[in-house]
């Protein structure tokens, strides 16, 4: 076991955990940031992304060693003093989550896609989003929510 300080939601945290830990059990079991969401574990589906120096990445695979000093953003970091960001909020007026259980790494992808292209076009959507899956099939309305928080 290490302890290590880590630089999330503009705060710093400290975890005592083992060196190989990945991130998603480092947020979600010792800091109770349950907001990143655990689904293959293997780096496939997405549902764990988060930003790490506003970089998508899968916290499934990313062991909390590798992390040092860089910033990482969780979705319960996203919103700014309570507001939503036009994206959450797009999110919202497009209705695009079903079950849900996706959304908050869906969000954080599409969060960095606008980030690197504030304007994309469909097929840099596609290409971001590839990685995200939704048992539900939002994704034609995730589309609409990116192009509406793009707008
Ligand atoms: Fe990390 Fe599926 S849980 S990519």
Redesign the pocket.
């Known amino acids: 076991m290490k302890t290590y300080e880590l630089k999330i939601n503009g705060g710093v945290h400290k975890a005592e955990v083992e060196e190989d830990t990945p991130m998603?059990w480092v947020l979600r079991d010792a800091l109770g940031l349950m907001g990143t969401?655990?689904?293959?574990?293997?780096?496939?589906?997405?549902?764990?992304?988060i930003h790490l120096n506003g970089q998508a990445v899968?916290?499934?695979?990313l062991p909390v060693e590798s992390v040092g000093n860089a910033e990482v953003t969780t979705i319960e970091g996203l919103a700014e003093e309570g507001e939503l960001t036009p994206l959450q909020a797009a999110w919202c007026e497009h209705d695009v989550a079903q079950c849900g259980y996706c959304q908050a790494?869906q969000i954080m992808s599409a969060a960095a896609l606008l980030k690197a292209h504030p304007h994309p076009e469909d097929s840099q959507i596609d290409e971001a989003m590839a990685?995200n899956f939704c048992r539900c099939a939002t994704y034609a309305r995730i589309r609409e929510a990116i192009h509406t928080a793009a707008a």
Not at 37 to 49: E, H, R
């Open positions: 998603l969401k655990f689904g293959c574990g293997v780096g496939q589906c997405g549902a764990c992304t899968r916290s499934c695979t790494g990685g």
